[in-house]
């Protein structure tokens, strides 16, 4: 059985443990001949399932309870017929209280499942060696609370870790080790979840399924993970949301979001619940924008987590959710500068239409959980998922393009002095997706003595229905772009046959999917003790089988850790593998709107090597993680981001690589604070295949063959900084600031070419800082009236989002005059905002 935690400077001796095992035991028993009594069993785990060995477990207010065996296995007399709050606890694990009475004579099965603790105590290192030994890292939820952002959900704490990287604060999606959006894998209690496909833009994007206020435990990998995880090529990010324990529930309100949450648990914790409910809009934060008008987004959900333990080997539980997203623009104008200072130029845009877009998600999974025995537990996961998604625009707008004066020395400083061109665009969209997806799946788990074996098998049916229909025309000075043949004077009859009139992007088409996949995979995992020194090994393998392509694929994975006997507490990692990702449907559609039947796979094979080291720094622990890696990638499908929609080739026509170093350091900068500093240095290249490439530069414009060229997700360097802060002589007042810094991405040329690099956007600059003030709470004085006594805790918070006020480019306006010149027009994210917040806990 592998062992949970490591201690660097306490240990426990086993006499010390037997004696108060012991003293214990006899006072349990002496207490239980006083009366009539019951008896309450169970095995104590973490949220992983694995035992936790020696917790304590107390009667409060009796001085009386018990120790768990190395098993995590535990019994405890208490007195019949009087409820007793029992409190479970160990160190380097949230503390965990259950009311419970029982009549006399019975006996009741219950297990307890404690969550690993934020705090470290300053003479204590508390390590959680199943996760420490793999890629995983661990996340406080707790911060997901704090971090000041426009978000504020789980995704915006992931984008702080190193290894990820994004440049859109109103988006929840992220890049991992220069793979794209859908590289990324999201469980919610062991199920995967999807995203909406249509969404262009961060301001259309609505809530992330992830709800924060439900979450318990939170754990990402940036590459190099186990073989149980699925079949994407960059990341994973594994949820865990709460077991209710007693009736607690949360407010929160603020200008951009509210949400609701409640838990409780009934029936002595067989029935438990979870509800949250949520409502956002950034209509305050849409308004700052360069394109004015009438924004009217709306943002609901409701999620739900019930779970009901029939027996001591029967569990069952329902994860459900509905999402509503409506987005709706009537834009009026727009004004942008653009530039530099020796040649600037400026915008306008006057606009007629509107655009009304829908994203309508559902979702349900139920799991049944059977444990024969101890260390063997059998899972049964059904699940269904629903998008319904609609794009419907139509919007003109007529612009000029002028020239602005730099002369500092001249009246018309800033001013147009000369017209570069003048024209009109007409955007059009009737968009309609329908994607279902649904799953029946087995998990199994058994712990033996020298490991964990793990497998599962999954089957899962598509069905996706794609109706695409939008154009773009464009009119500059009183020419249509792209023009037929002049006949001016006279109907050419020939004009329609050899030169047709055509219009920009346009995309009709009627696709059907509906395919079948299995997926099955096999790990276990070993601890290996020589003398002081440790070694864990963790092996296996995962098989993919899609009918739409009839291929086959086989992913053998391997992770290895040693902690060798040093002074100094390090722990050395190596994983690799191969990371295989069937098209789900983007990928398969090429920019024409066909599929691509004969598409195949992309693959991609890690090489991870890392390090873990814990240390002391001014009396508090710190934590450096290190990782050096490399990602050879074959059979890709080269894309184009837009915004936030990736546009796909839709063939398999390039290979590619991606190579770097993360550095994360974090520990308490400041005493009880958590904080970190990231550092991510990275390149990501692909060849096309059989193509050529061109610079926008050349001279020569004489394409060049075989040549590397940076993949949109290139960015170079990226460093964040999560800082947490509090005033000495006033606790109850706390700083927290998020710093964000990231180098450009390659911008490609417009019309969907997949090869002609011509630029970077300017690099990525953002703080982000909040001040939180503690109203109610364990640092604040007790409010003595009934409403506050309500209240466990009330904290106000005032954000100012992006404090520097720094103009961050997202994306680029191409416009074109008549003789086909092209401005390149930024479209810059939120400017300076500010938020106020206030949470409330109960």
Do not use: C
Request: glycine content about 6%; overall charge neutral.
């Amino acid at each position: 059985m592998p062992t949970l935690l490591s201690f660097q400077v306490f240990t426990y001796s086993k006499k010390t443990i037997l004696a108060l095992s012991l003293l214990l035991s006899l006072l349990s028993i002496s207490y239980g001949q006083q009366s009539e009594t019951a008896m309450v069993y169970g095995k104590i785990s973490d949220e992983n399932g694995f035992a936790i060995p020696l917790t304590n477990i107390f009667i409060l207010d009796e001085s009386l309870g018990s120790v768990a065996d190395e098993n995590g296995n535990y019994q405890l007399k208490i007195l019949a017929d009087k409820l007793h709050t029992l409190q479970f606890s160990f160190i380097g694990f949230q503390t965990e209280e259950v009311k419970i009475q029982l009549k006399s004579g019975q006996k009741r099965n219950l297990n307890i499942t404690l969550f690993q603790a934020t705090k470290q105590l300053a003479d204590v290192l508390v390590e959680d060696k199943e996760i420490r030994k793999t890629t995983l890292t661990r996340i406080d939820p707790q911060s997901v609370q704090v971090i000041p952002g426009v978000s504020g959900n789980v995704e915006s704490l992931i984008k702080t870790l190193p290894g990820v990287s994004s440049n859109n604060e109103l988006s929840s999606q992220y890049s991992v080790r220069g793979g794209s959006f859908d590289e990324n894998l999201i469980y919610v209690n062991g199920i995967e979840v999807y995203r909406p496909l249509l969404t262009r833009s961060g301001e259309q994007e609505g809530l992330s399924f992830i709800n924060s206020d439900l979450v318990s435990s939170i754990l990402f990998s940036a590459g190099g993970f186990e073989a149980k995880y699925g079949d994407k090529m960059a990341s994973v990010l594994d949820i865990k949301y709460r077991r209710p324990t007693q009736l607690k529930g949360s407010v929160k309100l603020s200008l951009l979001d509210a949400s609701l949450h409640l838990e409780d648990a009934f029936f002595n914790n067989k029935l438990t619940y979870l509800i949250g409910f949520r409502q956002k809009t950034n209509q305050y934060l849409l308004s700052s924008l360069d394109t004015k008008g009438e924004y009217q987004p709306s943002f609901n959900d409701i999620q739900t987590l019930i779970g009901f333990q029939a027996n001591e080997k029967w569990k069952f539980s329902f994860l459900g959710n509905y999402s509503r997203n409506n987005y709706k623009l009537i834009p009026q104008n727009r004004e942008t500068a653009f530039g530099h200072i020796k040649e600037a130029y400026q915008l306008k845009i006057y606009f007629d239409g509107q655009e009304a877009d829908r994203f309508n998600t559902t979702f349900g999974a139920f799991t049944s959980t059977y444990s024969p025995s101890k260390n063997l537990s059998l899972k049964l996961i059904a699940s269904a998922f629903q998008s319904v998604e609609e794009e419907n625009y139509d919007i003109q707008g007529q612009y000029w393009i002028g020239q602005l004066e730099t002369d500092l020395g001249q009246e018309d400083f800033g001013e147009v002095i000369e017209t570069q061109g003048v024209g009109t665009y007409l955007n059009h969209a009737r968009n309609q997706l329908n994607a279902k997806v649904w799953n029946i799946e087995h998990q199994g788990i058994f712990e033996h003595k020298s490991g964990l074996l793990q497998w599962g098998i999954k089957l899962q049916h598509e069905l996706i229905e794609d109706h695409l229909s939008q154009w773009v025309m464009i009119d500059s000075a009183g020419y249509s772009k792209p023009y037929p043949h002049d006949s001016l004077g006279y109907v050419d009859p020939l004009a329609q046959t050899f030169f047709p009139f055509i219009l920009n992007d346009t995309l009709f088409a009627n696709n059907t999917l509906n395919s079948n996949r299995w997926s099955a995979f096999i790990q276990n995992s070993w601890e290996i003790n020589s003398g002081e020194n440790q070694l864990f090994i963790t092996a296996g393998t995962r098989f993919n089988y899609w009918d739409f392509n009839k291929q086959l694929l086989i992913s053998p994975r391997v992770a290895i850790a040693i902690k060798p006997d040093w002074q100094k507490d390090i722990l050395l990692r190596f994983s690799s593998g191969f990371y295989y990702q069937s098209p789900f449907y983007r990928e398969l559609r090429r920019p024409d709107g066909s599929l691509n039947s004969g598409i195949q796979a992309q693959s991609s094979l890690h090489f991870v090597l890392g390090s873990d080291y814990n240390f002391d720094a001014w009396g508090r622990p710190f934590k450096m993680v290190t990782e050096l890696y490399f990602k050879h990638f074959d059979h890709l499908i080269p894309f184009i981001v837009d915004n936030v929609r990736l546009i796909y080739s839709g063939e398999n026509s390039s290979k590619g690589f991606a190579t770097g170093i993360d550095m994360k350091i974090n520990g308490e900068f400041v005493e009880g604070l958590e904080s970190w500093l990231s550092v991510s240095i990275m390149q990501t290249n692909e060849m096309l295949r059989n193509n050529f490439y061109s610079s926008y530069f050349n001279s020569t414009e004489t394409p060049v063959e075989n040549v590397w060229i940076p993949r949109p997700t290139d960015q170079r360097v990226a460093i964040s900084l999560f800082f947490q802060d509090y005033m000495p002589m006033l606790p109850t007042f706390k700083l927290n600031m998020n710093l964000s810094f990231g180098t450009g991405l390659p911008v490609y040329y417009p019309g969907r070419d997949f090869q002609t690099v011509i630029t970077r956007t300017p690099p990525y600059r953002r703080v982000d800082i909040g001040f939180a003030y503690e109203l109610i709470g364990p640092n604040s004085k007790r409010i003595n009236n009934k409403i506050a006594k309500q209240f466990t805790n009330v904290n106000i918070t005032l954000e100012i989002l992006n404090m520097l006020d720094i103009k961050n480019v997202v994306s680029y306006l191409w416009v074109k005059d008549n003789s086909n010149y092209v401005y390149l027009v930024p479209n810059y994210l939120t400017p300076r905002r500010v938020n106020l917040k206030l949470a409330l806990k109960f």
